[in-house]
């Protein structure tokens, strides 16, 4: 598969923003919708927010009105900006591309804390 590459991650306190970025391969980001999953330690990972090539947006309600996707179409890059965050937000961040209904394509994870 190919791998997508995020970064952005860190650590934050409660009430502050922070941005993810996704960097595809222009054959994966033009033709596929593209998001974010998040995973809890000791749990499955939950579908956060997904763009398609339509510009359709989905946002989990845990996170609508806080979190926003945007599609950077010359850098092939997909960005999550994360406001108002939470310490129930705290989560290993995965990028996905949904290539077909049983193929998808992840990022490598990243950490995103919050915590005072």
């Known amino acids: 598969q190919v791998q997508l590459v995020e970064s952005g991650g860190g650590l934050v306190q409660p009430g502050e923003s922070l941005a993810l970025s996704c960097a595809a391969p222009?054959?994966?980001?033009?033709?596929?919708?593209m998001g974010w999953y998040r995973q809890y330690p000791g749990s499955s990972r939950e579908l956060v927010a997904s763009i398609a090539i339509s510009g359709d947006t989905f946002y989990a309600d845990s996170v609508k009105g806080r979190f926003t996707l945007s599609r950077d179409d010359a850098e092939n890059t997909m960005y999550v900006k994360m406001t108002n965050l939470k310490p129930e937000d705290t989560a290993v961040y995965y990028c996905?591309?949904?290539?077909?209904?049983?193929?998808?394509?992840w990022g490598q994870g990243i950490q995103v804390t919050v915590s005072s």
């Open positions: 222009e054959y994966i980001f033009r033709r596929y919708t």
């Open positions: 996905y591309a949904r290539v077909t209904a049983s193929n998808t394509h």
